[in-house]
């Protein structure tokens, strides 16, 4: 069974400051990995998609890296802002997934991220 | 193109009602998913469509849970006989198979509060 788990569990930055957030998954047996962004109370919002084959992605001030072999990836903020205070989700489709179906994400817990002005 | 809907946003009922929660896709997605998150942890995987068909279900998803996309557009999620253990948020996400490497679209929630 594919598990998540995401380091560190919570953060507190000045802003301006770079940031990563980690994230590693046991099964390196992937299709994707996602990195997504929840504000509290709210639905999630997709950052950065890697497929397997892939080894990062970038958007603007993020960037993310993915080492499937040794199953783990990483998010990398640059110049942090109040605004991405959030809980980022790493999230992994396995392609031996069982009873998630296809496309079925297994997430890891986030991490809750506050960036102080 | 107006996002995943999701309503109602917020329900709360007496344990051993029956409740209903719908959902809108992104009209061009085939692909239809439901989750459910509680505090502190990340979504878990409950069930997910391909048009119409309920194609993979999981072992979260007990026999209170029922969920149906009937023309393969919109879903609903029915919780019969609450219970506590069922307060949490239910997402919702869509997206089309093979198409933006497969990028999944989540919505608002509904969140669900058992008393």
């Known amino acids: 069974k594919q598990e998540v788990t995401q380091i560190p569990a919570a953060l507190s930055v000045p802003e301006g400051e770079n940031l990563v957030l980690n994230c590693s998954f046991t099964?390196?047996?992937?299709?994707?990995l996602q990195w997504f962004r929840q504000d509290p109370g709210k639905g999630l919002t997709s950052l950065l998609l890697?497929?397997?084959?892939?080894r990062e992605q970038t958007s603007g001030r993020l960037n993310a890296s993915l080492d499937k072999s040794s199953g783990r990836s990483t998010l990398y903020i640059a110049a942090s802002q109040p605004g991405d205070s959030a809980t980022y989700l790493c999230?992994?489709?396995?392609?031996?997934?069982?009873?998630?179906?296809?496309?079925?994400?297994?997430f890891g817990k986030g991490t809750h991220l506050i960036i102080q002005p | 193109d107006t996002g995943v809907s999701q309503n109602p946003r917020h329900k709360i009922t007496k344990r051993g009602q029956n409740v209903t929660f719908r959902c809108d896709p992104i009209?061009?997605?085939?692909?239809l998913y439901w989750y459910r998150q509680t505090l502190g942890q990340g979504p878990e995987f409950l069930t997910y469509?391909?048009?119409?068909?309920?194609?993979?279900k999981s072992r979260l998803l007990s026999d209170r849970f029922s969920a149906e996309r009937p023309k393969g557009s919109f879903s609903t999620l029915e919780i019969q006989r609450t219970e506590q253990g069922d307060s949490a948020m239910y997402l919702c996400a869509s997206n089309q198979q093979g198409i933006s490497g497969n990028t999944i679209y989540f919505g608002e929630g509904s969140w669900l509060t058992v008393v």
């Open positions: 890697i497929q397997s084959s892939q």
């Open positions: 469509f391909q048009n119409e068909a309920q194609l993979e």
């Open positions: 009209s061009e997605h085939n692909r």
């Open positions: 999230a992994v489709t396995t392609s031996t997934y069982s009873g998630g179906g296809a496309d079925g994400l297994t």
């Open positions: 099964d390196s047996a992937i299709y994707n």
